[in-house]
């Protein structure tokens, strides 16, 4: 067994090359689950602070799963504040388009068809399903940062790209 160097992270450039280590991947991670409404980039700051201030407590090998957990639950607690102001929430329509109204249409009755089976598919496919297509992540890549097998990934992604063909034929 190799003996690890550091107890805790709190030298400042451990914890640097932590931050630059998983803090894009941490954002991406919430960006999938999410989305951009509750600002992922605020939920990974926030993270990292409270790494900062608990910096004597964690492990440098605990500190992902730490960063990851913590983001993650921040987020919830946003989720939970904003529900009703999300719920609500409206975008409000372009005022003109150079595209005929049936194109329009079509367009529009797709990506809700889209979004409806998207958020249809269990969470861990969706999370596993856009890291793949939307990032370009290798399955390798996803295993590692959700902490699962290069199988497991697989499963997923297959099982949300065969839920979504059969909920929109259009694929």
Known sequence: MTKQLHDNICEEHL???IFNK???????????KFGDRLNPKDKVQEAFVKLWQNCAKVRPDKAKSFVFTTANNLMLNEVAHQKVVLKHQQTKPKMYTNENPEFLMQEQEYNDKLQRALSNLTEPQRVAFLMNRVEGKRFKEIA???DISTKAVEKRIYGALDKLRKEIKEL
């Open 15 to 17: 914890f640097s090359s």
């Open 22 to 32: 998983y803090s894009k991947d941490l954002h991406d991670f919430l960006y999938y």
């Open 144 to 146: 590692e940062l959700l």
